[in-house]
């Protein structure tokens, strides 16, 4: 038996390391970060909601280099959202708080970035956001970090700077959902795989950027991400 044509598989480089982590799916969290929600127009702690991206919409970047992502069609509002990302290295289901940290892997930085007048549209009419999330190079990422070497993470600042300008700021430890939370309560809704990237959230501060803009994306313990807008 052989294949039409080669299969592609998107992987994530490992930190020090000639490994690639082979990507399965991104799940990403809307609104888990308190100041972002009231951004965004919403208070409280709502339950966990979920959108993805496609496995292949990952931008790796490696450590010391500058990414370069193109400045996406059909959009003229395009915004960053700086999130920690947590790479699945065993799967389940129905997986117990208290087990969580059992399943990652490890950590990177990662940028969803965002047709914010596409997610406009659909949220008026009802719509998926697919084309406001999903598309080429939407995931930018710097290489894992194995939890083995950072361990269990719970704070560490989270930041974006733009240009040299602060655009984000926060702390993990304000996620609304934390990351256990967020591994368990997904894993009532899919069954997590090993190779899952879950993209956590981001903090207040989102904004638009244009061709020619830099983002320098940081995380206390894992580094900086950077990626220029061409």
């Given at each position: 038996m052989s294949y039409l044509?080669?299969?592609?598989?998107?992987?994530?480089?490992?930190?020090?390391?000639?490994?690639?982590?082979?990507?399965?799916?991104?799940y990403c969290v809307g609104r888990n970060y308190v100041e972002h929600a009231k951004e965004m127009g919403w208070t409280g702690r709502e339950a966990p909601f979920f959108f993805m991206k496609p496995a292949d919409a990952i931008l790796p970047v490696a450590d010391g280099s500058v990414g370069e992502m193109?400045?996406?069609?059909?959009?003229?509002?395009?915004?960053?959202?700086v999130e920690l990302v947590v790479a699945i290295g065993k799967g389940g289901s129905n997986i117990a708080v208290a087990s969580a940290p059992e399943h990652v892997w490890g950590y990177a930085i990662g940028l969803d970035m965002t047709r914010r007048d596409l997610q406009a549209e659909a949220k008026d009419q009802g719509r998926p956001w697919c084309t406001a999330k999903g598309f080429d190079h939407s995931a930018p990422i710097s290489p894992l970090h194995p939890i083995a070497q950072t361990q269990w993470m719970e704070q560490g600042g989270i930041r974006?700077?733009?240009?040299?300008?602060?655009?984000?700021?926060?702390?993990?430890?304000q996620l609304t959902w934390n990351v256990a939370e967020i591994i368990a309560f997904l894993s009532t809704l899919y069954t997590l795989q090993a190779g899952d990237l879950i993209f956590t959230g981001t903090p207040a501060g989102v904004g638009a950027v244009k061709q020619g803009d830099v983002m320098e994306a940081s995380i206390a313990g894992l580094g900086k991400l950077t990626v220029s807008v061409i």
């Open positions: 044509f080669d299969p592609s598989i998107p992987a994530v480089p490992v930190m020090h390391s000639d490994t690639l982590f082979p990507v399965h799916r991104i193109p400045y996406p069609t059909m959009t003229s509002n395009l915004h960053h959202e974006l700077v733009v240009n040299g300008q602060e655009r984000q700021n926060s702390d993990i430890n």
